[in-house]
């Protein structure tokens, strides 16, 4: 006799068997089954603009065509998918492609270290290498800063909610202030200069500084090219490592392939995760100053390090950088952004607080916390999904795909824009019929 599946209610399975970790599922209450570049359908083929993009993993869309023939391809001729850290073609083309497109039109040189497929791997390795090679423990680090959620990253990471998951003592971090922490009246970067040259000031010399240079989870807090250049001057007057963390802000999200290039500073290691695996595959990176790759053979290592997908699938990412006019079409893409940003700000100056945010992570900081999660849900209402940020979730984060057509991205802020008159011109957005993709 022939089976018939049953049909079930919207979210029964996941709800009845998945773990109550899971977070973003409850915030986008629908099944999702089909994407493409911005667009998420779910499966009553209700269409949403993407301006989530898989929290900065999807920064060239969902099934980016040229990405996915690559991948195809490669699978149809048996191409190696897992290798540990063997050598394979896949990861040769990748090196290769990283050196030419990334490496050198910037005049850096890195070698490069693939520690495992996530974020919180290349931040977890680049503060034991940091460890290793200074021969010290202790890490300064930054007020609401994110570096992942494993213990050595979480030690890093600010947020109180994340810290207590742990249900351990996070130690060897030193907490300062990020710049513009107390207002722009104080220089953070001269209190830590402050602190390490007191003998008294209790604080253990450091191996390392781990930063952001935009705080992703944080609330879109971002560092200036001044604060960031002083940062790294303290690191070389007190041999310190300086390490940046651009897993959510690298691979363009700010404009930029790296963020840090407009403050023209040089990081020791540099940490790279999300995006660079091109099509949402697990893929991280490490960057480190040869001079400080003194890893013994196998010190640090992972079973899926490997990943050739990912190898095939950022190969081709790369190569969107060695067309000058994808770098000005984000450029072009993130004035649109703030330009409506700071258009909605001033329309509701009681209940927006500022714009915050850089290139193609922007956001709204709200005077009331809970506004900013209230958007998101009148946005996904009508087809746009975004998420919150901040300590108190007070910001609400827009970061569309690099990739996102101008004319999508115009309608999904037109849907924002409704949102927000729901919320606080009530009158102004009544007879108005939400639009779907």
């Known amino acids: ?5 049953m049909k079930q209610p919207k979210l029964d399975v996941f709800n009845q068997m998945e773990s109550e970790v899971r977070s973003y599922c409850r915030s986008f209450q629908t099944v999702f089954n089909k994407a493409s570049n911005a667009l998420l359908w779910d499966k009553h083929h209700k269409a949403y603009i993407d301006f989530f993009a898989g929290a900065g993993a999807l920064n060239y869309g969902h099934n980016n065509p040229r990405i996915r023939e690559k991948l195809v391809q490669y699978l149809l001729e048996d191409g190696v998918t897992h290798s540990l850290d063997m050598a394979t073609e896949a990861k040769e083309r990748f090196l290769l492609q990283f050196n030419n497109l990334i490496l050198k039109p910037r005049s850096m040189s890195y070698k490069v270290m693939f520690p495992g497929p996530t ?3 290349a931040v977890e390795s680049a503060l034991k290498i940091a460890r290793k090679v200074t021969g010290r423990t202790n890490i300064i680090c930054f007020t609401n800063a994110f570096h992942g959620m494993s213990l050595g990253s979480l030690s890093a990471t600010g947020n109180s909610f994340k810290r207590k998951g742990a249900g351990v003592t996070l130690g060897n971090t030193t907490f300062m202030p990020y710049d513009q922490y107390f207002g722009s009246s104080i220089d953070t970067a001269a209190m830590l200069e402050k602190m390490l040259d007191d003998p008294g000031s209790g604080i253990d010399k450091p191996a390392a500084v781990l930063l952001e240079t935009l705080q992703g989870e944080g609330g879109l807090n971002s560092a200036s090219q001044a604060w960031l250049q002083s940062i790294e001057k303290i690191c070389r007057k007190h041999d310190m490592l300086l390490i940046v963390d651009d897993v959510q802000m690298g691979c363009g999200r700010t404009g930029s392939f790296f963020s840090f290039e407009d403050a023209k500073i040089e990081p020791d290691l540099i940490c790279l995760s999300k995006s660079i695996g091109g099509y949402g595959l697990p893929m991280a990176l490490t960057l480190i100053k040869p001079k400080y790759d003194q890893w013994e053979p196998g010190e640090h290592n992972g079973t899926f390090r490997g990943n050739n997908l990912g190898f095939v699938a950022a190969s081709e990412a790369l190569t969107y950088w060695s067309d000058p006019d994808f770098t000005s079409q984000i450029s072009k893409k993130s004035k649109i952004l703030h330009d409506f940003l700071a258009r909605m700000a001033k329309t509701y100056p009681k209940e927006i607080q500022e714009v915050r945010g850089k290139g193609f992570i922007q956001g709204l900081a709200f005077v009331e916390p809970s ?17 919150t940020s901040g300590p108190r979730d007070e910001v609400a984060k827009i ?3 690099l990739t996102i057509e101008e004319k999508l991205l115009h309608e999904g802020l037109e849907r924002i824009e409704e949102a927000l008159q729901a919320m606080f011109s009530p009158a102004a957005a009544k007879g108005k019929v939400s639009v779907h993709a």
């Open 119 to 121: 974020g919180t791997n």
């Open 399 to 401: 970061m569309p795909p």
């Open 1 to 5: 006799m022939k089976q018939t599946a």
């Open 371 to 387: 506004h900013a999660g209230k958007l998101s849900a009148e946005a996904f209402e009508r087809g746009v999904i975004m998420e």
